[in-house]
């Protein structure tokens, strides 16, 4: 069983940054495929970002490139998402979730392991 901790959400002016992290319990980490999604109030929860098990492989939805930046440290079990220049509708909760293969990919019923979420807020 693979536990998943997710921190650093909360409330941020539009323009703004947060970092979240997610750790994960569990000695093969390293193996996962790992992935960040998020849910706003009255939606269906999306696709963010996920990276491969080296993080040589990297994938974003569309709204995110070039503001949202996935990485991961494997000697930390913990996967970042770094969230730049932040806009009123990135407001959700986010998700990590962790897939038993090493591969990244975007749909979210490969996933295996899911975090409880945290509440990002951006104000306008």
């Known amino acids: 069983q693979v536990q998943l901790v997710e921190s650093g959400g909360g409330l941020v002016q539009a323009g703004g940054s947060l970092r979240l992290s997610c750790a994960a319990s569990?000695?093969?980490?390293?193996?996962?495929?790992m992935g960040w999604f998020r849910q706003a109030p009255g939606k269906e929860r999306e696709f963010v970002a996920a990276?491969?098990?080296?993080?040589?492989?990297?994938y974003y939805e569309d709204s995110v490139k070039g503001r949202f930046t996935i990485s991961r440290d494997n000697a930390k079990n913990t996967v970042y998402l770094q969230m730049n220049s932040l806009k009123p509708e990135d407001t959700a909760v986010y998700y990590c979730?962790?897939?038993?293969?090493?591969?990244?990919?975007?749909?979210?019923?490969?996933?295996?392991?899911w975090g409880q979420g945290t509440q990002v807020t951006v104000s306008s």
């Open positions: 990276i491969n098990w080296s993080g040589g492989n990297r």
């Open positions: 569990g000695r093969t980490f390293s193996r996962f495929g």
């Open positions: 979730a962790a897939k038993q293969t090493s591969m990244a990919v975007t749909a979210s019923t490969r996933y295996d392991y």
